[in-house]
């Protein structure tokens, strides 16, 4: 179970094991990302034929998953299905078409 928090200009990746903590490095806020508790073990999976548009917050490198913000809620989307990583504190759409096709459409 992930969380990240936002503040001071900084983000923290935070992993529970009994309590919450950290892991990784203390780094820069990227793009729009607001302050606040993004409780990032909420997500659901990413349905085909489906499309989301939302706030990317974080890419996890060792799971291959990238986390955006939809507002009602959070998404996850397997990193591998991407070409080019999109652009992470930004507000995107990305739709999924049948198989593992995926089209970013930046806002």
Not at 13 to 34: F, H, N, P, S
Not at 74 to 92: E, N, S, T
């Amino acid at each position: 179970m992930y969380r990240l928090i936002v503040m001071n200009g900084c983000r923290v990746l935070q992993k529970y094991d009994q309590e919450w903590k950290t892991t990784g490095l203390i780094k820069r806020v990227e793009g729009d990302i607001k302050p606040g508790i993004y409780n990032l073990f909420l997500s659901e999976l990413a349905q085909e034929n489906q499309s989301y548009e939302g706030l990317l917050l974080f890419i996890d490198k060792k799971e291959n998953i990238i986390y955006q913000n939809t507002g009602q809620g959070y998404v996850k989307h397997d990193a591998r299905f991407f070409g080019k990583k999109p652009p992470i504190g930004k507000i995107v759409t990305i739709q999924y078409r049948e198989g593992s096709e995926v089209q970013i459409i930046k806002n």
